[in-house]
């Protein structure tokens, strides 16, 4: 029988699911405020499942991949906020942000012929920037200003944790969880060779 923990973590990525349209109907219903809060909280727990479930040992493929999705779903509302809340924003900063959703589409297209089925490397550079996606977010609707040193700071991890993907992708021929990056399979397969 499994722990507790492990149905209260995979609960807290449960959260998350439904959270994303939820957020967006809050959107559709100009319910602003409740938007910014509700994804605040999506962002914190998005911060503390994966830790979680690393401190008390009870990951797992399926937490692994429901922790992936839900993740992306977070950041697509946040950014359904952003079209519906700072239209203008986006659209000077489009030239930066169509490279990242083309590497984000070859990311896919990629792990999607490879593993027929969405990647969850959650790779530290992954991390980083999924936290810097949060926070920018996150005060894009909490400032008056977008705070665009952040923007750009964010879109070059993003850029650099996608490359990585895409990498991964290629270098590893059956799907993975967990993987820390490209340097730690690297240095794994050196020890194999060894052996």
Request: positive net charge.
């Amino acid at each position: 029988m499994r722990p507790y923990r492990f149905y209260l973590i995979n609960a807290i990525t449960f959260y998350r699911l439904i959270a994303a349209p939820v957020l967006v109907g809050l959107l559709l219903l100009n319910e602003y405020n409740l938007f910014r809060w509700l994804l605040v909280l999506s962002f914190f727990t998005d911060m503390i499942d994966g830790s979680l479930a690393r401190k008390y040992k009870v990951t797992s493929i399926m937490g692994s991949r429901l922790d992936s999705i839900a993740d992306d779903l977070t950041v697509v509302a946040g950014i359904v906020g952003a079209i519906i809340l700072k239209p203008a924003f986006l659209t000077e900063q489009l030239f930066y942000i169509v490279p990242i959703i083309l590497l984000f589409l070859i990311q896919i297209t990629l792990a999607l012929i490879r593993y027929k089925k969405f990647s969850s490397f959650h790779t530290r550079a992954a991390k980083l920037a999924a936290l810097l996606q949060g926070v920018f977010l996150i005060l894009l609707f909490f400032l008056e200003q977008p705070p665009l040193l952040l923007f750009y700071i964010t879109l070059l991890v993003t850029a650099i944790d996608l490359i990585e993907e895409i990498i991964l992708v290629l270098l590893l021929p059956v799907w993975k969880t967990d993987v820390k990056g490209i340097y730690w399979v690297w240095k794994k397969k050196k020890q194999e060779i060894r052996k």
